[in-house]
């Protein structure tokens, strides 16, 4: 195992994507990612790779979609408005299939907003925000060690399923520094024929997402639609805190759910049973093991730095079976330990 | 042990990087812990601060609306945050920049003339590490000494490591060590 | 004795029906550049990047690699491949929509970054494949669906001339202008093309050659009528020439 060092969290992200062999990335400043792109700059020309400042987050995005395209591992990072932008090529990448790994250190909204950590951007990036059907991998990391595994886990998701893995942190995750053991690199390869490489000794390729012809592209959502299902079945994670025992289960993910472990512990201490339900990947969702953890609870609780995004989610898992109630702060607000344990306390033993 | 820990002065003071040297300290002598600093729009305003959690179990929650221990540095500071010391906590403050007394009863008030002790030590600028030494030599669960010294091999760039043992020296002079 | 191929379908060119409607130039600057793709012997090296526009099916009509960008973002596509591929020989075909509206801004960061792409700008002053809209390039007066009355330049600005544009950037190394209105024309646009395609193989950087080409459908003339209107009404706006080529210039200074 490696060594513990004390890393940020977009450092330990940026090493991830090199660790995991991202040979190219582009993108464009914007405030908490920033640490991404100056960590790439330094590196990435050491290591004969490609960092490439972009004129957009559009521009980077597309870049990525080239550079993908002929095979290599590429990635881009950004926060919120910059995600809004690169919305645009997230649809193509989904439409034309090409690996793509993408980091949103979500920041508070709507519009310029702040730049104080937030969770935002879940019905961006979780449910679509582009155009089509379509679904990203979308991974919420809570700790630097997971922010840095997940990344590296990410582009070997991303080129085993040919899909955008986005891993969705905020500004507090960004910002943070923590002890970190860097993941040693997977090996994992796929092969790409799909791959354009120049039609040498092969017949010509296209990689695109126009499917004009009658039932062409119902044929082609229908594909994708398969490879969904085989991800949901595949790659779902989450993490069960202390939900086996307990009276009241609290659900939220990222740096939230950080909030409610610690709320937890302290309700522990006074002897009320609660646990954290932590879904990792937000899609595919864990529905069915938030509805097997919710079972026969007396209330589920979803906290949220967003004004109940996720709780859509949470309440299709649970299907009425189990009151659910909403703690959230919006606009880079974090509810704090205090506030989630008081509500926990009012609704009694 | 627990413990949330706020760091707080102007730009330039260091005390973003202060509290990453105690992180790295604590972390190598085994402990868990999270650094948050405050980041953009907020540091063009010329002040700065930082989260630390020190923990020797899990640091479920990284940010905390109170601390344990404030380390203030500038009077902006002192003003902002003393009301986020938890009753019993402990509040840091440099002397040697601060003339506005606190008004906390419930609290533990530690005033330290850190600026001072760095010119003493021969640095203009390593008031930080005074406050470091102090922090510790009150709070001795949080690393030790060894680890804070070390800490700064880590912590300091390559271009300022020549002045880590006067550092050194400002810690141990803050923390009451006779150098 | 034995007959004479006068002329044949380029290897780089599929065997198929394009949908460009006649007199169009689309077919002609594809057959200019499937040529010179077979001329350099580079079909198999090569990666194209099709645009959003009439230039679209580009895929379905060239036999080599290609990829199909979002509206505008050819340049930045191209960027992505060639700067993971640089073997690889990276064609922009794009048209006036696509280059010079809607990615404005990928078209002069590409340029200004002298990528070592090869960009092919088919300027016909009009938005073809959504039915004849106003292009940014389109004339002072000219009339298309969304300006029933004219261009008024007064309304909605002039007609930009990008090959003027891009050659106020450094970083450039090849800039033409040409058009495909009559053969003697054709033939030089097939060399500034083969020269655009060499430019990079040599690793000089970014050239960019705009074509003035015909649209009569969407103009609602006939073909000659277009490729009179060319000569007539654009090439006096928009100067045919070379505007940059740093290849000349680090001719004659080593002499």
């Known amino acids: ?39 790439m700059a330094k590196r990435m020309p050491k290591l004969n790779r490609t960092f490439l400042q972009a004129e957009s987050e559009i521009a980077a995005c597309n870049m990525v979609y080239g550079a993908a395209a002929t095979g290599v591992r590429a990635m881009t990072s950004s926060s919120s408005p910059g995600i809004a932008l690169k919305q645009e090529a997230f649809s193509y990448i989904a439409g034309a299939e090409v690996p793509a790994v993408v980091i949103n250190m979500m920041r508070g909204g709507p519009g310029l907003g702040n730049i104080a950590g937030s969770q935002g951007d879940y019905n961006m990036c979780v449910r679509g925000g582009s155009n089509g059907d379509f679904h990203n991998l979308v991974y919420a990391p809570s700790t630097v ?94 993490e069960n805190f202390m939900c086996d025992d307990a009276d009241f289960i609290l659900v939220a993910y990222g740096t939230a759910s950080r909030v409610c472990k610690a709320a937890v512990m302290r309700l522990r201490e006074k002897g009320v049973k609660a646990g954290v339900f932590r879904p990792i990947t937000l899609w595919p969702y864990p529905y069915e093991a938030l509805s097997a953890a919710a079972a026969g609870k007396k209330k589920v609780l979803t906290v949220e730095m967003s004004l109940g995004q996720m709780l859509l989610d949470v309440q299709l898992a649970v299907r009425g079976e189990v009151p659910v109630d909403f703690l959230g702060r919006p606009g880079g607000g974090v509810p704090m330990v205090d506030e989630v344990e008081e509500r926990v306390l009012s609704y009694g033993r | 042990m627990y413990s949330e820990i706020l760091f707080a002065g102007f730009g330039g003071q260091g005390v973003i990087l202060a509290g990453k040297i105690l992180c790295i300290a604590a972390m190598n002598d085994g402990k868990n812990v999270s650094h948050i600093p405050s980041y953009g729009a907020e ?61 906390r009863t419930d609290i533990e008030i530690i005033k330290i003339d850190a600026n001072d002790i760095s010119e003493k030590a021969g640095s203009h600028k390593a008031a930080n590490m005074a406050m470091l030494g102090k922090l510790i030599a009150v709070e001795p669960e949080l690393c030790s000494p060894q680890a804070l010294y070390d800490a700064l091999d880590t912590a300091i760039s390559e271009r300022n490591k020549k002045f880590n043992p006067v550092n050194i020296a400002v810690m141990k002079l803050g923390g009451g060590i006779d150098v | 004795m034995a007959d004479k191929i006068l002329y044949t379908r380029p290897r780089s060119i599929r065997d198929v029906k394009t949908h460009y409607c006649p007199g169009c130039g ?56 060639k700067r993971a591929r640089k073997d690889k020989l990276v064609i922009s075909y794009q048209g006036d929509g696509d280059l010079l509206a809607i990615g404005t801004a990928e078209t002069i960061h590409a340029a200004n970054r002298g990528e070592n792409i090869t960009v092919i700008f088919i300027n016909n002053a009009i938005y073809g494949m959504t039915g004849g809209q106003m292009a940014p390039t389109t004339m002072e007066g000219q009339v298309t669906k969304t300006t029933p009355y004219g261009r008024d330049v007064t309304d909605v600005g002039y ?32 060399k500034a093309i083969r020269r655009a395609l060499q430019n990079q193989l040599d690793g000089k950087g970014y050239s960019f050659i705009e074509v003035l080409s015909m649209c009569p459908t969407n103009w609602g003339v006939d073909a000659q009528t277009g490729a009179d209107w060319v000569r007539d009404v654009m090439m006096p706006y928009y100067p045919l020439g070379v505007f940059r080529d740093k290849g000349t210039e680090e001719a004659s200074r080593v002499q």
């Open chain 1, 1 to 39: 195992m490696g060594k513990r060092v004390l890393l940020k969290g977009n450092e330990a992200a940026a090493e991830a994507a090199l660790i995991a062999g991202c040979t190219h990335y582009f993108a464009y400043p914007i405030t908490p990612q920033n640490e991404i792109s100056a960590y």
């Open chain 1, 145 to 238: 060690q997971e922010l840095a595994d997940l990344t590296l886990k990410a582009f070997d998701v991303a080129e085993k399923y040919r899909i955008l893995a986005l891993i969705l942190g905020d500004g507090y995750l960004a910002q943070m520094s923590e002890p970190c053991v860097l993941p040693e690199p997977s090996g994992e390869r796929h092969e790409k024929p799909w791959a354009l490489t120049g039609a040498e000794g092969r017949d010509a390729q296209v990689i695109k997402s126009l499917r004009l012809a009658d039932g062409v592209l119902e044929v082609h959502n229908r594909h994708l639609e398969e490879k969904y299902k085989a991800v949901e079945a595949a790659e779902v994670m989450f």
């Open chain 2, 43 to 103: 540091m063009r305003g010329g002040t700065a601060n930082c989260s630390v959690v020190i923990s020797d179990g899990l640091i479920a929650s990284p940010v905390t609306p109170m601390y344990d221990i404030a380390v203030v540095m500038n009077t902006p500071s002192l003003l902002k945050f003393e009301k986020s010391v938890r009753p019993g906590g402990k509040l840091l403050i440099n002397s040697s920049l601060i003339d506005v007394e606190p008004t």
């Open chain 3, 26 to 81: 689309h077919g002609i600057v594809h057959k200019l550049i499937g040529e010179c793709l077979d001329e350099m012997n580079c079909r198999e090296k090569t990666l194209l990047v099709a645009p959003v526009g009439c230039g679209v099916l580009a895929y379905n009509y060239f036999d080599v690699d290609a990829i199909e960008a979002p509206h505008g973002r050819a340049p930045a596509v191209a960027t992505g491949m």
């Open chain 3, 159 to 190: 007609p930009i001339r990008a090959c003027e544009l891009l050659n106020t950037l450094m970083a450039p190394y090849y800039i033409e202008r040409v058009s495909v209105h009559d053969v003697p024309n054709i033939l030089k646009a097939k």
